[in-house]
């Protein structure tokens, strides 16, 4: 069989919002990919959601799919203090894995399912969907561009901003909604060392993994960085700096009642700045906003150098029309058939597990 005519056989775990509202309609229409099969261990909403999807097999669990031959790959959308075991089990059984971030609510559960994947086989692929924004691979791409030619000066400082808002701004309701869901067993994921708190903490990494995750994406930048100060509110709201791949960086986090969605980020040069502004997460075919500040490399004081021209653009990211969501899909399925490496691998995320522990750990004096 040719490449062209290889074809992704994959099942899913999990029919909640996620999966309804954006994974599932995604993996259903992509060139490529076969949506096998769906692990849902409510019943009824199984049923319903398969049915919609044309989803021809449906399983009582996680467990039962992985265990099934046919299926080449599995993606993933659970609670979060659950998932990651769920990929666990999955990348031990040779399934290669799409999931939901985090990959993990605790460093040694990070490397236990860092260790399925090398035993089984698999390749775990994390969705960090903000890594697929067309806007964003526009950032990076000028801010490789100006640290190589160094035509903006020295990289000096990143800002990453997050506010949260209305991540779905009158998309439509979930699909179905269930209370079939036994009770989940006690977690034994969390750190050892968070005892209280645990709930603020999920919530937190949940949130804003992406944004650390897209600062080092933005700074090509792998396990080099480290926390230097944190001062957070028990909800959460407040700054961390780190200092990532040598750059100082800070991260603002809180919460708004937001008519949209609050999050952006500059990256500052010498002589200029780009900033990217997220849309709504639920909003299809919007990329980010980008504006690209050029001035002259290290001229503070443009009435002393009338020479020096100063100009901001807004250029149209491409594919314009894009959502972020659905070319993080694309991506799996590609690089799966190429067996080239996906652009958020599993063993990248240890980094982001890292850094959030050392801030709750922070945040909490233990």
Not at 137 to 148: A, C, E, G, K, S
Not at 342 to 362: H, K, N, P, Q, W
């Amino acid at each position: 069989m040719s490449a062209a005519e290889r074809r992704i056989r994959l099942g899913y775990v999990g029919a909640g919002r996620q999966a309804q509202q954006v994974h599932l309609p995604n993996f259903a229409s992509i060139e490529g990919c076969d949506l096998a099969g769906l692990a849902e261990v409510r019943p009824s909403l199984g049923r319903e959601v398969a049915d919609r999807f044309r989803i021809p097999e449906l399983y009582p669990d996680h467990r039962a799919l992985a265990a099934d031959r046919r299926i080449d790959a599995i993606a993933v959308s659970a609670p979060f203090e659950l998932q990651g075991e769920i990929a666990r089990d999955c990348l031990e059984r040779g399934k290669h894995v799409f999931m939901e971030k985090p990959m993990a609510i605790s460093l040694a559960q990070a490397d236990r399912i860092l260790d399925a994947s090398r035993r089984g086989g698999g390749r775990l692929m994390i969705a960090y969907m903000k890594r697929y924004d067309a806007g964003n691979i526009l950032v990076r791409d000028v801010v490789r561009q100006w640290r190589r030619s160094g035509e903006a000066g020295a990289l000096r400082y990143v800002r990453a901003h997050g506010f949260r808002g209305d991540f779905q701004v009158g998309v439509d309701a979930i699909v179905s909604r269930s209370a079939e869901a036994p009770p989940l067993a006690p977690n034994t994921n969390f750190p050892e060392w968070l005892t209280r708190d645990r709930t603020a903490y999920v919530d937190y990494l949940q949130q804003y993994t992406h944004n650390i995750n897209l600062v080092r994406y933005f700074l090509d930048a792998a396990g080099d960085a480290q926390i230097e100060h944190v001062d957070l509110d028990d909800d959460g709201s407040g700054i961390v700096i780190l200092r990532v791949a040598g750059v100082r960086c800070v991260l603002e986090t809180g919460r708004l009642a937001y008519h949209r969605w609050d999050e952006h980020v500059q990256v500052y040069f010498d002589g200029g700045w780009i900033l990217t502004w997220a849309p709504p997460l639920l909003v299809r075919n919007t990329t980010a906003e980008v504006e690209i500040y050029r001035g002259g490399a290290g001229v503070l004081d443009s009435t002393r150098f009338p020479g020096v021209q100063h100009s901001v653009s807004r250029p149209i990211p491409e594919p314009r029309g894009s959502w972020a969501y659905r070319r993080e899909a694309e991506h799996f399925i590609e690089r799966l058939l190429s067996g080239e490496p996906f652009d958020s691998e599993g063993a990248d995320t240890r980094t982001d597990v890292r850094l959030f522990e050392e801030i709750y750990r922070r945040r909490l004096g233990v």
